[in-house]
């Protein structure tokens, strides 16, 4: 036994190691590329990163292909009828294999205290996994990040003769694509998959699924800034440089004076590639933490009038809340409609457009704020189960606040600088900014708590107290999501964050950390589904 959980131990730490390797590779390519990049150079530039990426995605769809081909096909992954668990064995019973898969089944239940007596079935279901919501989330950020990548093997198409990409630049984004599709199948289907076959296959190919995701959102975040960065530095430069250069960077140049498809949607599709990666590599994670553990069944939970509720039931309760959610999130939409319109009219309207896009987000922001201490009271009526924090979803709606807060952060130290000029923009910026992230504070707080809540008796299952508050909060931040979105047209309106951090790191810090607002609107409006559903059913005592 010594002898195997050393084995085990010096082999996930050799793929932590390899994961770091490849992790300090990932940083460090996008990094070298932004910084020697010019509009002259940058094809040679991405050249290295572009094969870089194109090695780890090749890598991660062998092992996805290993995973839905063979481990996870119908004639291996059966119901175990020997115990109650809901767990899936491995054709224990064919030819020739009986042997080897027992003993390995042996070696694992030898490893894990408690687990003699317990027949551990070589693939089962009984990870932690991952809520539907953030599922069906994955499943809609895939495909911005899939038509993103659609989007790229276009552009090759249409400026083919100017020459600005490689043909390693369309076998990137296939391998991207294919790679996007085969892992959120997988998540979709298999996310509570724990695994106790070819063990060290599964920590090596998971730990570099893992690594893909996370290489994948920062060289994205990196070079979508920097690409952005050098469309505007051409703009801005004069013809007399470029004439100086020749004809191979006079045709450099083209490629960022020709707007394409692409960079017309770039704002509103990259943000997709990063989210999903954000809860791609959670999956993975929990994943990878599983291999080689006991599975554990599911408490269902047991409210004995769930079967007979039908739609108008479920909606018991929820119905004021949701009518003035749907009001707040038809004003927004107006809100935006007119913003749009104004910010492509005149300069005297684009100021105009400004201040109405944030009062929008201010008065979003302190009803949400009021709203969800309200509902803090009220559902601290239910029961709660003592979790520890640091669960999936937990870890998720973590690191996407902290996200929130740094760019909240960067606007609070900009605007303090500039208040003295009492433009109102500023005022409203920096008040803006305050609340949010007081807002966030009471919501993430209030959804941690929530997750844990559960009815004690009739009573709660019959007023549900808080859950028309619930339902307005959920609504609110399809609201913030909706603004949220838009921030990224939002963030060039103000020119003083680029006239005290300069227009480079600005730009580094609004790509990074957009996208984690946008996904902690999501994130949170996924949470609060949950909430909604689960709090006002009972649950088994452990």
Known sequence: MA?????????????????????????????????????????????????????????????????????????HFKKAETKPLQSISLNSLSNGSNKDDNQEINDTEAHHEGEQDGFIPAVANGGEGMNMYLRIGAIVFATGSMVYNGFHIAEYIEVYALGCHTSVHVAQNVAQLLFTLLQTFVIFKSH???????????????????????????????????????????????????????????????????????????????????????????????????????????????????????????????????????????????????????????????VIASYLFTSMELFLLLVTGFVTAVAFVHTKKLRFFNIPVGTLDDSLLLIAFMGLCIYDLFIIVACSVFISSGDIHIILS????????????????????????????????????????????????????????????????NGIYEQLYSKLPWEIV??????????????????????WDKAYKKQKVQ
């Open 3 to 75: 002898e195997t959980t050393f084995r085990s131990a010096t082999i996930r730490l050799l793929c932590g190691l390899y994961g770091l390797v490849i992790v300090c590779i990932g940083i460090v390519f996008p990094l070298t590329s932004a910084f020697t990049a010019t509009a002259y150079n940058a094809t040679l530039q991405l050249y290295y990163m572009q094969v870089f990426l194109l090695y780890i995605y090749i890598l991660s769809l062998a092992y996805l292909l290993y995973l839905l081909m063979y481990l996870l096909r119908p004639r």
């Open 192 to 350: 509570k998959i724990v695994i106790n076959k070819h063990k060290t296959l599964a920590w090596f190919g998971l730990a570099h699924t893992l690594v893909t995701n996370i290489c994948v959102w920062f060289s994205y975040t990196i070079l979508e800034t920097t690409e952005d960065f050098l469309d505007e530095q051409t703009a801005s430069s004069s013809g007399a440089t470029a004439n100086q250069t020749g004809n191979t960077t006079n045709m450099s140049r083209l490629c960022y004076e020709v707007k394409t498809i692409t960079d017309k949607a770039s704002p509103y599709l990259f943000p997709c590639t990063l989210e999903y990666s954000l809860i791609a590599a959670a999956a993975v994670y929990s994943i990878y933490r599983s291999v080689g553990q006991k599975p554990e069944s599911d408490e269902d939970d047991c409210d004995a009038s769930s079967d007979d509720d039908n739609a108008s039931a479920e909606c018991h309760k929820a119905n004021k809340g949701l009518f003035l959610g749907i009001i707040t999130a038809v004003i927004t939409v107006v809100a935006i409609s007119i913003f749009f319109v104004m910010y492509y009219g005149s300069q005297d309207d684009g």
């Open 430 to 493: 920096i008040t803006t900014a305050f609340v949010e992230i007081i807002q966030a504070t009471l919501q993430t707080v209030f959804i941690i708590d929530g997750s844990r809540r559960r009815a004690s008796h009739d009573d709660h299952i019959s007023y549900k107290p808080g859950r028309s508050m619930i339902t307005f909060i959920l609504v609110c931040n399809l609201s913030l999501w909706m603004i949220s979105t838009f921030a990224v047209e939002k963030a060039d309106l």
């Open 510 to 531: 609004s790509h990074f950390c957009i996208p984690m607002i946008i996904f902690f609107r999501f994130h949170s409006t996924a949470s609060l589904s949950e909430i």
